[in-house]
Structure formats: structure tokens, C-alpha cells
């Protein structure tokens, strides 16, 4: 995660906490892979390739990376991808705005589905919105 000041890097770590790579973050001289799907996944994707991630290897993001064009390039490398989602980076999906959802009860929730993906989100003390591509959508979306 980029910081104000200090050093900054881009890690990748097992659940467990085990450094598998370290980046670190230069501005725009950083090198990292031009995917055209932005910032975010040109870094998940980058650190990806440098530690020869193996299909069927689960990817669990903050918010600062996710996005619906990075969830469906996992997909299509064997990937799944997990993470908290902003707002801005939803695409059309079939959710209410946050503006909206605030006004709802606590633990009030909805889901969207498309064929790889499930994004849910929820009104806890803020709107939170998480997306992924490990569930099989058709376990929730039977319409």
C-alpha cells in the first residue's frame, strides 16, 4: 500500500504472514506489468508473475486493487480473487448506491451475480462492498 512518507512496497504474503515478494514502489519508474486494466492489477498481476503463482491459487486483495476487469483476468488465468471493492469500481452492477444503502437497516444486504462473479454488499456501520470469483455464482443465483 502506497504511504505518504517512508518507504513503500508491494507485498506479497501467504495467509499464514510469509513474504513471498517485496516491490518496492517507486512512482512512475516502478516497473510493473501494462495489463490496461489499471494501477491495482498491473501490481497483483505483476507480483503474481514474479513468484510463479499456480493455477487454483487464491488471491485476497483491500480495496485498493480489486476491480471487476482484475477478478475476470484471474478467472481466466485459473485464479480465484477475493477482496473489499469501492464503490466507483461496482461497473453497473445491479446494487443500490451507497447513498441509499445507508439509510437501510444494520446487517441489511444484496447480492449481484454474473457468470464468474458474486459482489455482496452490506450496511454495517459504513457500506461494505466485497467481490469475488472462488464462489460458483450458480450456488446463489438462481433465477
Known amino acids: 500500500k502506497p504511504i505518504r512518507f517512508g518507504f513503500k512496497l508491494w507485498t506479497l ?13 517507486s512512482g512512475s519508474t516502478t516497473k ?6 489499471g494501477r491495482g492489477p ?7 508473475n514474479k513468484v510463479h503463482a499456480h493455477e487454483g ?3 485476497v486483495m483491500y480495496n485498493l486493487f480489486p476491480s471487476i476487469p482484475l477478478l ?11 477482496g473489499t471493492i469501492r464503490e466507483n469500481r461496482l461497473e453497473n452492477a445491479s446494487l443500490r448506491p451507497k447513498k441509499s ?8 444486504f444484496e447480492y449481484a451475480c454474473s457468470e464468474d462473479l458474486v459482489i455482496v454488499k452490506w450496511n454495517d456501520n459504513t457500506t461494505v462492498s466485497i467481490a469475488t470469483n472462488k464462489v460458483k455464482s450458480f450456488f446463489l443465483c438462481n433465477d
Request: hydrophobic share 35%; proline share 4%.
Open 42 to 48: 498491473d501490481v497483483v498481476l505483476g507480483l503474481m
Open 13 to 25: 504474503a501467504s495467509s499464514e504472514g510469509y513474504l513471498f515478494h517485496a516491490e518496492p514502489y
Open 32 to 37: 510493473l506489468p501494462q495489463t490496461g486494466l
Open 72 to 82: 475476470n483476468e484471474l478467472s481466466k488465468k485459473g485464479f480465484a480473487g477475493t
Open 101 to 108: 444503502m445507508k439509510k437501510t437497516f444494520r446487517r441489511t
Open 57 to 59: 491459487n487464491h488471491v
